[in-house]
């Protein structure tokens, strides 16, 4: 069997998509428009800020070589070759992270008519209807076509979107759309004016905690909702460490915010990403924070489908945060 050495894969890793196909192939490269592009072949492969994603499929990455092997379905040594042979020859010129970020576009996936399906997913996970219908009527959520992901979008402090994280209906897909801002992540402010926020990991857990409060016949607006869309992964020392994006925005905005309530998961990156925010809250805001865990579970979501009596839907790992 061909063997080629690890510092080869992770040199070929190295190279974006759009640093190889301006090198390589520009005859397949097409502006769509201000920093993004899509390939000749795939007009809904949308590539942009150092991403890309194929919309029609539901796929997508960070490098040529998951472009190679999971669009050209090239097998993946082949595609290590390619990328090394082909910079061997003539080595790239790579598009700096500043050009590709210079103007950053929100590209969300097209809104499907029918809704019919998100709204199972959500129910299907122990969301209650009500909740459901005020993500949609509000545009925080719909469904995309043709593959009918569940969108969840966030929006800044004037309604506009500027992040949409993706999730497979009936698949393990999760993504966020080319050019998302996560200091924008999905959230839910309270009906009326509260200095308290609750922070989440996942769009999920946000709507199943507002679903154990309906349970208990609180009102799930009485405060602020918000996500971090992913797992937040501190630095080694606490010192060292910076805040979500999404929370500084968050209070930034928001700057009444005098408590918040953290409602992470419930295992060892859940803990100590509870650990290092409310240390940095107390700091730098002088912000009174606590930690919630879920009684049951590792995360809320599994808590309420514990409390419904449904089946745990198990999920690959949340992406990171940042």
């Not at 080869?8 to 428009?33: C, I, Q």
């Not at 969300?108 to 209650?128: C, F, H, M, Q, W």
């Not at 698949?171 to 200095?195: C, L, T």
Request: positive net charge; proline residues 5%; contains cysteine.
């Amino acid at each position: 069997m061909p063997y080629i050495l690890p510092e080869t894969v992770s040199k070929a890793r190295e190279m974006d998509l759009l640093t190889y196909l301006r090198n390589y192939e520009p005859d397949e490269l097409v502006h769509f428009g201000g920093n993004t592009y899509c390939t000749r072949e795939h007009d809904s492969l949308k590539i942009s800020n150092g991403k890309w994603c194929w919309f029609s499929r539901g796929i997508g990455g960070t490098s040529a070589l998951d472009y190679l092997i999971k669009v050209k379905e090239i097998p993946f040594l082949d595609a290590v070759e390619r990328i090394t042979g082909q910079a061997a020859i003539q080595p790239p010129v790579f598009v700096s992270r500043n050009e590709q970020e210079k103007h950053k576009v929100l590209l969300l996936p097209k809104v499907s008519k029918n809704t019919s399906r998100a709204e199972e997913y959500l129910a299907g996970r122990g969301i209650d209807r009500e909740i459901i219908t005020f993500c949609l009527q509000t545009g925080r959520l719909y469904e995309s076509e043709p593959y009918h992901n569940a969108v969840f979008v966030g929006l800044d402090k004037d309604g506009k979107a500027r992040y949409a994280n993706l999730r497979g209906i009936g698949s393990d897909f999760i993504g966020d759309a080319n050019g998302s801002d996560k200091r924008y992540s999905f959230g839910i402010p309270a009906a009326g004016q509260s200095s308290t926020l609750h922070l989440f990991e996942s769009a999920i857990d946000l709507l199943s905690f507002g679903t154990l409060l309906k349970m208990e016949g609180i009102d799930w607006r009485r405060d602020n909702l918000l996500s971090l869309a992913g797992v937040y992964k501190p630095r080694s020392r606490v010192e060292d460490s910076t805040l979500p994006a999404a929370l500084k925005q968050y209070l930034a905005d928001n700057p009444y915010i005098r408590k918040v309530v953290l409602r992470l998961d419930n295992d060892p990156a859940g803990r100590l990403a509870s650990h290092t925010i409310q240390t940095l809250l107390a700091q730098q805001y002088g912000l009174v924070s606590t930690t919630r865990l879920p009684p049951q579970g590792k995360d809320y979501n599994d808590y309420l489908c514990i409390r419904r009596g449904l089946t745990i839907t198990k999920r690959r790992e949340k992406a990171p945060a940042r």
